[in-house]
């Protein structure tokens, strides 16, 4: 299965999964990838005070930014899979566990159950997480935003047959998904970001790679086509109303 189909299908197979944690759906890049990827960018630390961030500058040097204090520099480093600090304190290194688009996840202590993790989200130069960043071109947007899509799968797999998404669009960079089943019992939903450009949306659910679709409107009627690679993927489309 693949983009909406099986996006929705996750509700269906894993109802928690849009607030569970979950692993990224690519390798983490080790050594030189890792440090190029890096380079860069700029994070906010979860759980540290409001205006805390670190930046990894080319170069290797580390610099964090705290509300109402002076920066500070310290050195930056990969080592394999390993991301390491060091200046003011001693030289500490710590496993990479996950690497996103948008978060960066350390192990920090602690082996299998009894780890520690820390999470670090990627932000742009105003402090705003990247997976809160939505750019519109302001046309499908604008027909979408407090608008409620229910849809069915045109050719649903056994396992779905019957069940309906219901997209609720309750803000201008927000949907709400829920799924119910052929008697209409409801699964557990969830969220996910959304922008557009022309007719096409793409969804962004937490830690999940994008789904791009194709959206037709015509009064009430709506079809949603899956776009993979740029081509239109017809045999898995939904159908259903706008209200």
Not at 179 to 188: H, K, L, Q, T, V
Request: net charge neutral.
């Amino acid at each position: 299965m693949k983009k909406i189909i099986a996006f929705t299908t996750v509700f269906l197979t894993c109802a928690q999964c849009m607030s569970a944690e979950t692993q990224s759906t690519g390798e983490t890049p080790t050594g030189t990838a890792l440090a190029q990827q890096l380079s860069g960018k700029r994070v906010l630390v979860e759980n540290a005070p409001k205006g805390t961030f670190l930046s990894f500058q080319k170069g290797g040097v580390l610099k964090q930014e705290r509300r109402g204090q002076p920066d500070e520099l310290d050195q930056w480093e990969v080592e394999d899979q390993k991301l390491c600090f060091e200046g003011r304190r001693p030289r500490k290194c710590f496993e990479v566990a996950k690497f996103t688009d948008h978060k960066l996840q350390l192990i920090v202590s602690g082996q299998g159950e009894n780890r520690e993790v820390v999470d670090f989200y990627f932000v742009n130069k105003r402090g705003v997480p990247l997976r809160d960043v939505i750019a519109y071109d302001g046309k499908l947007a604008e027909k979408l935003r407090g608008r409620v899509i229910t849809t069915e799968p045109v050719n649903p797999p056994e396992s779905i047959k019957g069940s309906k998404t219901v997209w609720e669009f309750e803000t201008k960079d927000r949907v709400a998904i829920g799924i119910f089943d052929s008697s209409g019992f409801p699964f557990p939903g969830g969220t996910a970001a959304y922008d557009s450009k022309d007719n096409d949306l793409c969804l962004t659910p937490p830690d999940r790679k994008t789904a791009c679709m194709r959206v037709e409107i015509s009064g009430s009627d709506v079809r949603l086509i899956p776009l993979e690679n740029g081509a239109l993927v017809e045999k898995e489309a939904m159908v259903g109303t706008i209200e």
